[in-house]
Every structure is written in C-alpha cells, then in structure tokens.
C-alpha cells in the first residue's frame, strides 16, 4: 500500500482545526456529489472540462 503525501499547510489555522472543518463538511460534499442535481452539475463540468480540452487541442494544432 503507498504512503499518503503530507499536505503542506501554508496558513496560520492549526491542523486539527482544519481536519475538524474537513470531518463536517465532508457528508454534505458526499450528499450532495450523490443527488440529482450533484451528479447533473459534475455532468455539465466534464462536458465543459472536454469541451476546453478539445478546444486547446485544436490550438495547439493550428499554432
């Protein structure tokens, strides 16, 4: 099994705080990631995020 990559915390917030922040955002991330207009929304992001990946490439063809 790898190792996990240490995060590099470039604030003043000490970590247990942020971990602490993480732990209850993380099931309304997860929640929403699972519904309906989660899994429509991240849809429209590939769509776009393909959509500019075809668009650079044509770029760098014609450049």
């Known amino acids: 099994m790898g190792r996990r990559k240490k995060l590099v915390n470039h604030t003043?917030?000490?970590?247990?705080?942020?971990?602490?922040?993480?732990?209850c955002l993380l099931p309304d991330i997860v929640a929403?990631?699972?519904?309906?207009?989660?899994?429509?929304?991240?849809?429209?992001?590939?769509?776009l995020r393909a959509k500019?990946?075809?668009?650079?490439k044509r770029q760098s063809i014609t450049t």
């Open 52 to 56: 500019e990946n075809i668009d650079r």
């Open 12 to 23: 003043n917030i000490p970590e247990h705080t942020i971990e602490a922040i993480a732990r």
């Open 32 to 47: 929403y990631y699972h519904s309906e207009e989660g899994q429509r929304e991240f849809a429209e992001w590939k769509a």
